[in-house]
């Protein structure tokens, strides 16, 4: 009977966000569960969409898996993750691995895109450290974000790496499950021969939507994968500033040579498509004007791409609240807006209250102030909200003391969700839960970059993506990188004004 240790620990870290994620941010519940440890790994993330479910659900085909169960955890994207979080967590997990007996193989549930303090390549550290107890030959495989940075280490301390394939992310709980494969033709012997490939350019997350050409075009190449072999492909985190920030390939096969000629394909079709992705971005105002121009019965989502507390954004930046009013839009909804002291304040007033105050715009971002107006409360939350949406089915949000607040202007007729915990707007349920009607609405205004889609591109009538100030930035240009290895290209950012033209 093969026993299997299992473990998560994941983080994206964008290195240019305000706050870092210290211990506590991985023991508390956010849009995914809080820190879960030993038999708690399996009952606490049974049913959601996470790769370590998706393990687990696979293993439960094979009667004679034995899984040990460790620890699992993960934080939402900020700054890096502190010394004292990784090397507890980190530690956590080695001292599991330690005292599990004899075990077969481990499976880790990583993200990819984990810098901490003192360690800019985060996962590979970990496994550093794991095969430094357990040695080079016991399988170790891992799942990776498809937003994951791949790095030598990476490949080198793991025997297999299998990542999402989807963007917004609908597979990672199948991502998992397809290690299991992996994992038991290891323990029978086999040893692939690994291939890895860096591209020479990055890739805005904003023109990462796997939904679409070019990325759909990119990823139906694993399709002709032999299936005696194995290949996935990253695009990368592009807010983490480390050399090996950007897309990547992995590919396994029974000999070196085919895993290269694998790799050199998928590279292949990377360099093909270069020039193809998408990186328009509206001026916020702009945005909202030609939202405010569509009146077919159906609402225009405008992503706040850049202030995506998805992606480490402070999810308070007011830019396009700002347009929102300035524009008189009617029938709006903007979500989530982060802002503790005025959902308390909302608390405090009761449904149908008033309250005058300063609404987001408090976390220092240079440039950036509060907007301040009236507002008329019109429904409160303790904010555990279900999700409801295919991405994290079977979760609830943990929002903290949350509010729906009526900016009162005569012109214009705008609700603002306000959340005590940062969280990405990436589901219906994140309005439904608080009696709002998305389908209703005129303009929605979500702060979040792509994940959104999946729930919400049913009910639009189209998207645009603006760029309103945040600390994600979603124009390379414009990102201050200091740590890029050379050569690496950011591509150009078009002329906003060709996203109504029929120039492809």
């Not at 989807?166 to 998992?176: I, K, V």
């Not at 983490?240 to 050199?264: E, L």
Request: hydrophobic content about 45%; some cysteine.
């Amino acid at each position: 009977m093969p026993r299997i240790a299992i473990a998560g620990f994941q983080h994206e870290t964008n290195t240019f966000a305000v706050t870092k994620a210290g211990l506590s941010e991985f023991q508390i519940a956010d849009s995914w569960p809080q820190m879960l440890h030993g038999a708690d790994v399996l009952s606490g993330t049974v049913g959601i969409n996470l790769p370590i479910a998706g393990f687990v659900a696979a293993a439960a085909g094979h009667p004679s898996i034995d899984l040990v169960p460790l620890l699992w955890c993960a934080a939402e994207p900020s700054a890096h993750v502190t010394d004292e979080a990784f090397e507890t967590i980190s530690g956590m997990i080695l001292d599991g691995i330690r005292g599990a007996g004899p075990v077969d193989a481990i499976y880790l549930d990583l993200h990819g895109a984990m810098v901490a303090e003192s360690h800019e390549d985060g996962e590979g550290e970990l496994l550093l450290r794991v095969r430094e107890v357990v040695g080079d030959e016991l399988p170790v495989v891992i799942s990776l974000d498809l937003h994951a940075n791949v790095t030598r280490a990476m490949v080198d301390h793991a025997s297999f790496i299998a990542l999402y394939r989807t963007y917004p992310h609908l597979d990672m709980a199948a991502t998992g499950a397809r290690c299991v494969t992996s994992v038991l033709a290891q323990i029978a012997g086999a040893r692939p021969a690994k291939a890895f490939r860096q591209c020479p350019y990055l890739i805005p997350l904003s023109a990462q939507y796997t939904g679409a050409d070019p990325c759909k075009s990119l990823y139906a190449l694993l399709d002709d994968v032999p299936p005696d072999c194995a290949a996935d492909i990253a695009l990368g985190f592009t807010a983490s500033d480390i050399p090996d920030t950007g897309p990547s390939v992995v590919a396994y096969a029974p000999d070196q040579v085919r895993a290269d000629a694998i790799a050199d394909r998928l590279m292949g079709g990377f360099l093909a498509v270069e020039n193809k992705f998408d990186r328009r971005l509206l001026d916020p105002l702009e945005a909202v004007r030609t939202a405010m121009a569509s009146d077919t019965g159906r609402p225009v989502i405008i992503a706040d791409v850049q202030d995506n507390p998805g992606a480490g954004g402070t999810s308070d930046t007011t830019g396009l609240l700002t347009a929102l009013v300035e524009a008189r839009a009617q029938g709006a909804l903007l979500g989530l807006m982060h802002d503790p002291a005025m959902a308390a304040g909302a608390h405090a007033a009761g449904i149908g209250g008033e309250i005058d105050g300063a609404l987001g715009g408090k976390s220092g971002l240079p440039g950036q102030s509060p907007f301040k107006g009236r507002f008329r409360v019109e429904a409160l939350s303790d904010g555990n909200a279900a999700f409801t949406g295919e991405m994290y089915s079977g979760g609830v949000a943990v929002l903290g003391l949350s509010t729906v607040l009526r900016i009162e202007e005569e012109s214009a007729d705008i609700r603002v969700v306000v959340t005590s915990m940062r969280s990405q707007c990436l589901d219906l349920g994140l309005f439904t839960h608080f009696g709002l009607d998305p389908a209703e609405a005129r303009v929605i205004v979500v702060k979040s970059t792509v994940h959104f889609r999946a729930d919400f591109e049913p009910i639009a009538e189209t998207i645009l993506n603006a760029a309103a100030p945040g600390v994600f930035l979603c124009d390379l240009a414009a990102i201050p990188y200091r740590r890029l290895r050379s050569g690496v290209r950011l591509g150009r950012q078009q002329d906003p004004l060709s996203l109504f033209s029929d120039t492809p």
